[in-house]
């Protein structure tokens, strides 16, 4: 039975087909008794396109949009996923799966996250939202601000992402989908005791009840999925090697590691909305999203340090030249101590966001009252534990080595066996003062808002006026915890008992036949005893940061024309005061105390959205112009109080590092220009040129600071309570600018024999002038590829259904987690993805609604690559990371009722 439809409905892939159907009955009623209509039924991709393309074409801003291609069916294991394939826009990997989004060649920190059009909270360290937190199958659509518009609260500098859930109302008739996944990565389990397998699993029920005035929605997401990935990282590069004589400018290796990861990944989604209008002039609506997500990872393999300090040597030395840098690539290395690892880390993520919006039209107003709160958890154990050979260093070994300077693994060749229990042994092998180490980092991120509006029509040039305010208040919390765990009896090294031990772990890969595995929480509790907490750096990872913020804001609707030429648009204005403030701690020769800081400033947003109608001059084509005034507040972890400080002993001055409560935001003027061409429902052609100039850019650099009251425990008087501080702080800034092409085609359009293929495709440059570190500085701006693609090639037409798509991201330099958690940074090269799916869907008879699919996800098996963060003096860089995940392949059935 076909859906009844009405006018005002919300843009879906339902409401899409209805719009087809009003269209030819001339604006008539589709429910007149007497008419006889003809029904054209869109769905699946081309469904997802015609009403993605309806809601680009259709909104004020220049915006990007996808929609499910029915309820609960986005074809990603994460939103992620799918928003990354949106133009202009990309995803950094992190275990293989798409976490944070960059837009425009602008770090994460720069966008914003909404759900429904409220601010999200995070589950990482930052206001980033983490995507792989949210299931595609409860996502009904995104839009994507690349241009502000003053009625969104909690917008960011380089563009808002709103994720969009399913409403009740805007539908008709029951709707129940079922979706089921079974899957499997192509590694298989690199470690003994974890899955290869795992299987997703989905059901979305839509209805309305007392004659339309009551609607609900539900949804629930289960994801078992295994990550296994293979890698291998270097530690850093530098001279002194120890080499023969005339070496002393070659580039070495100082350390390696070479591991085998398995992840347990369990996810639940669940959503809710609840809507009520039992009037035309009064809408309620009450939705709910709740994740958890459950990760274990299991890790092993073998590490080693290879710096001169250690007393290293090298055997048959292989030196080759590398874009201008002497560089070794081969050979012997002796004397080495190598670690076998044996990890077990977990982490539980918990995330929900609760909202109640209502709408009363009055006889010229339409008044909005919005209440919400959303909430995130995230809880960690990263749990170390080493082995190696015989006691106190007194047995070394010595490695043949051949690295890649290019793609491609590593191969060393050992001189031991590193899985015989009776050769590797329990105990500190490297010296690190420690023979097993725990770390327990903890987020914990609160936000809760009030939007109240009041809107009407307007005549004139001015059609309409919006006017509101906004409060928000949020509070981030950040912990840190570290504990050593040392072996019983003294420390003595410890050979594994039978019991304990598990299959070994290959690391072939890299020429390493295999690695001791054991039972690391049996271990731990064997063998091992706890040191008391310990956390000599509580400065930098223990804070909370406080903020309050209140929007007044106004916005007119254009409805105009220039000469012959309609325009249409809006002019806004936000006007934000910051309240903000951090509790953090003082950290002097390990003594701490508390410190409270903060500030707090005004900002006055203007913006502009223009879109000119060219009908006149060339059917469906439209220019769109836009500026605005846009920022982007700090990152969490720069706003922190905490420093850690000393008195020089000469100097007699005080001096340290630490965050900057009283940073203020990433500012910036943003110009807009794009011309789109519209073929038809499913078919447009756009070219879109942008520009940004910051005001300024976050850097470290020294201030002057007032230690006043932090503790002296050096054995001379300070000159003055006022030294230098090594702190983030706003500074010069600079511009980024880019160019970007879109297009959406069905190829039925030129030749019919090519009906039911299509292609949808994107392609951004972008380049930046903004130096990240400061004036003089080269490094790279984090987060900006200056070339970003995706293609989307397929096939669809009577129930069978395929599709290519990839992604390419040129090289960039990342965020990435480093030693002791801490946050470093490595530049990431260039990736391609690959990723196919290939359907079929029962149309007609009894089993109507059933539909089968194959999926492979990364099907080229794209490497993660890093190098060096940091070059060398002539610019060259070294390698870092090469790391596979393996194919995943995704068998499954969906069944509509």
Not at 70 to 75: A, E, R, S, V
Not at 592 to 614: H, I, K, Q
Not at 740 to 751: D, F, N, P
């Amino acid at each position: 039975m076909h859906q009844q439809c009405r006018p005002g409905m919300r843009i879906t892939p339902i409401a899409a087909a209805c719009a087809v159907l009003l269209t030819m009955a001339g604006g008539a009623s589709a429910q007149q008794a007497d008419d006889v209509i003809p029904t054209v039924v869109v769905s699946g991709i081309r469904a997802s396109i015609e009403s993605a393309i309806a809601v680009k074409r259709n909104a004020d801003s220049i915006v990007e949009a996808i929609t499910a291609e029915d309820i609960g069916k986005l074809p990603d294991v994460s939103i992620g996923e799918s928003i990354a394939r949106m133009p202009g826009l990309t995803a950094q990997r992190v275990e293989g799966r798409a976490q944070v989004i960059s837009i425009r060649g602008l770090a994460p920190d720069f966008a914003a996250t909404l759900m429904n059009g409220r601010e999200l909270v995070s589950t990482g360290e930052n206001r980033s939202a983490e995507f792989d937190q949210y299931p595609s199958e409860l996502i009904n659509g995104v839009t994507v601000y690349k241009t502000p518009d003053a009625t969104l609260m909690g917008q960011g500098l380089s563009g808002t992402i709103d994720l969009k859930t399913v409403r009740p109302l805007d539908l008709r008739g029951r709707t129940i989908a079922l979706n089921g996944r079974i899957e499997k990565n192509s590694n298989g389990a690199l470690n003994s005791n974890t899955p290869g397998r795992g299987q997703r699993l989905s059901i979305s029920y839509v209805d309305q009840f007392l004659d339309n005035t009551v609607g609900l929605a539900l949804g629930y997401a289960h994801l078992d999925s295994p990550s296994q990935q293979r890698e291998y990282k270097s530690w850093w590069w530098g001279d002194s090697n120890n080499l023969p004589t005339g070496n002393k400018d070659v580039i070495g290796l100082k350390g390696a590691e070479v591991t085998a990861t398995s992840s347990e990944q369990v996810r639940d989604g669940l959503m809710a909305v609840l809507e009520y209008r039992p009037t035309r002039a009064f809408r309620s609506s009450v939705d709910l999203y709740y994740s958890e997500f459950d990760q274990k990872r299991t890790m092993r393999g073998m590490m080693w340090s290879s710096n001169q300090w250690d007393n290293v040597g090298y055997a048959n030395p292989v030196v080759e030249t590398i874009d201008g840098t002497r560089m070794l690539t081969g050979g012997t290395v002796t004397g080495l101590r190598p670690v076998v690892r044996n990890d077990f880390n977990t982490r539980q993520d918990q995330l929900y966001a609760l909202g109640w919006n209502n709408r009363l039209r009055l006889s010229e107003w339409a008044l909005e009252g919005d209440l919400s709160h959303s909430k995130a958890e995230r809880e960690e154990r990263i749990l170390e534990t080493y082995a190696g050979l015989s006691t106190g260093g007194a047995i070394k070994d010595n490695f043949k080595f051949q690295i890649p300077t290019g793609a491609g693994l590593p191969t060393f060749t050992t001189g031991f066996n590193y899985a015989d229990p009776n050769v590797i042994k329990l105990l500190d092998p490297a010296g690190w003062g420690r023979d097993a180490l725990l770390n327990r980092p903890s987020v914990k991120d609160e936000l809760s808002s009030l939007k109240l509006s009041g809107a009407r029509s307007l005549d004139g040039i001015f059609s309409r006026i919006e006017a509101g305010a906004n409060y928000s208040k949020r509070e981030k919390t950040r912990t840190g915890i570290e504990n050593d765990y040392n072996l019983k009896n003294g420390r003595a090294p410890v050979t594994v008992s039978p019991d304990l031990i598990q299959p070994s772990t290959s690391l072939g890969f890299a020429g390493i036949p295999a690695v001791l595995s054991y039972d690391v929480l049996g271990v731990l509790a064997k063998y091992y005893d706890q040191v008391p907490d310990r956390n000599n750096n509580i400065w930098k990872r223990d804070y909370t940061i406080s903020e309050e913020i209140s929007t007044a804001y106004a916005k007119l609707g254009i409805q105009s024309g220039l000469g012959a030429v309609p325009v249409s648009g809006n002019l806004g204005l936000q006007v934000i005061y910051t309240d903000q403030s951090s509790l953090g701690f003082n950290n002097v020769n390990g003594k701490t105390g508390a410190l409270v800081r903060g500030t707090s400033y005004t900002d006055v947003l203007p913006s502009l959205n223009l879109n000119f109608d060219l009908d006149a001059m060339s059917k469906n084509a439209y220019l769109r112009f836009g500026a605005a005034k846009a920022l982007a507040r700090p990152r969490m972890d720069s706003l922190k109080a905490g420093a850690s400080a000393g008195v020089d002993m000469t100097k007699r001055l005080w001096s340290g590092e630490g965050g900057n409560p009283e940073l203020q935001p990433w500012r910036a003027n943003a110009f807009d220009l794009s011309a789109e061409k519209y073929f038809g429902k499913r078919s447009y052609l756009a070219a879109a040129l942008f520009y940004k100039k910051l005001e300024s850019y976050i850097y470290n650099k020294k201030q002057e600071f007032d230690f006043t009251g932090f503790p002296n425990l050096s054995q001379v008087t300070p000159v003055s309570p006022i030294g230098t501080l090594n702190t983030p702080a706003n500074g010069e800034g600079g511009m980024v600018r880019g160019v970007e092409l879109s297009a959406s085609l069905e190829a039925g359009m030129l030749w019919d024999a090519l009906d039911g293929f299509g292609i949808l495709g994107s392609a951004s440059n972008t380049e930046s002038s903004i130096a990240p570190n400061g004036p003089g500085t080269r490094q790279k701006l984090p987060g900006l590829s200056g070339v970003v693609s995706n293609v989307t090639l397929f096939y669809e037409k009577d129930g069978v259904s395929a599709r290519v798509s990839r992604r390419y991201r040129s090289a960039f330099r990342g965020e990435v987690t480093g030693l002791f958690t801490d946050r470093s940074f490595s530049e990431i090269l260039a990736e391609k993805q690959v990723d196919i799916q290939l359907g079929y869907a029962i149309e007609t008879g009894q089993y109507k609604g059933l539909s089968f699919l194959l999926q492979v996800n990364n099907l080229n098996n794209a490497p993660y690559q890093t190098r060096q963060g940091d070059g060398f003096s002539n610019g060259a860089y070294a390698p870092e990371r090469y790391t596979t995940f393996g194919r995943q392949v995704l068998l499954g059935v969906n069944y509509k009722l």
